[in-house]
T-cell receptor, first 115, second 112 residues
Framework: KAGVTQTPRYLIKTRGQQVTLSCSPI?????VSWYQQTPGQGLQFLFE???????NKGNFPGRFSGRQFSNSRSEMNVSTLELGDSALYLC??????????????FGEGSWLTVV | GESVGLHLPTLSVQEGDNSIINCAYS??????FIWYKQESGKGPQFIID?????DKRQGQRVTVLLNKTVKHLSLQIAATQPGDSAVYFC???????????FGAGTRLTVKP
């Protein structure tokens, strides 16, 4: 079956603009989480959604937001883009939230460059 | 704050040798640990996981060891191959949420 699918794969935006990234989880997976990856900060947790509700949120400003739809697909939005938002944004899905054998799978990511 | 870290940022091994990648964690509440492999331009790929009620788990050519006493995690790769060249991340997780904390990563280079 298909893995976690993220679109777009690459995009370039200008400072001050906003961006929306999309994630389709593995079929049957209902939990979706988002991570930001940069060379300086590594992989950092953004937020997690389950049943269209945000369950957990990382330490990011309010410019970063997300949502989940009834079909478990998720989007994240970054408003008023800053140069420091340039990063690889990764989406991960799992059957349900949490661990205990609930393997979390990542997509290939969306490369965002802010100029 | 509590975090997951890696002892070695880079590791270079000869093809066919065994590789050991280490990771230290400090959150005693973490009860689930995962190793991911990330190749250039790709997302992290799940390798193996272990729960805190275990101290060893084996997969295909990989073994994860967990020492809760010293809060140490290691990934052993047997007969390392060029295709194993990648950055390896350990991650810790607390049961009940998907808020994984990742280490900085170790770059493994396999020399032919």
């Amino acid at each position: 079956k298909a893995g976690v699918t993220q679109t777009p794969r690459y995009l370039i935006k200008t400072r001050g603009q906003q961006v929306t990234l999309s994630c389709s989880p593995i079929s049957g997976h209902r939990s979706v989480s988002w991570y930001q990856q940069t060379p300086g900060q590594g992989l950092q947790f953004l937020f997690e959604y389950f049943s269209e509700t945000q369950r957990n949120k990382g330490n990011f400003p309010g410019r970063f937001s997300g949502r989940q739809f009834s079909n478990s697909r998720s989007e994240m939005n970054v408003s008023t883009l800053e140069l420091g938002d340039s990063a690889l944004y990764l989406c991960a899905s799992s059957l349900t939230p949490g661990s205990s054998g609930n393997t979390i799978y990542f997509g290939e990511g969306s490369w965002l460059t802010v100029v | 704050g509590e975090s997951v870290g890696l002892h070695l940022p880079t590791l270079s091994v000869q093809e066919g040798d065994n590789s050991i990648i280490n990771c230290a964690y400090s959150n005693s509440a973490s009860d689930y640990f995962i190793w991911y492999k990330q190749e250039s331009g790709k997302g992290p790929q799940f390798i193996i996981d272990i729960r805190s009620n275990m101290d060893k788990r084996q997969g295909q050519r990989v073994t994860v060891l967990l020492n809760k006493t010293v809060k140490h995690l290691s990934l052993q790769i047997a007969a390392t191959q060029p295709g194993d060249s990648a950055v390896y991340f350990c991650a810790e997780n607390i049961q009940g949420n998907n808020d994984m904390r990742f280490g900085a990563g170790t770059r493994l280079t396999v020399k032919p």
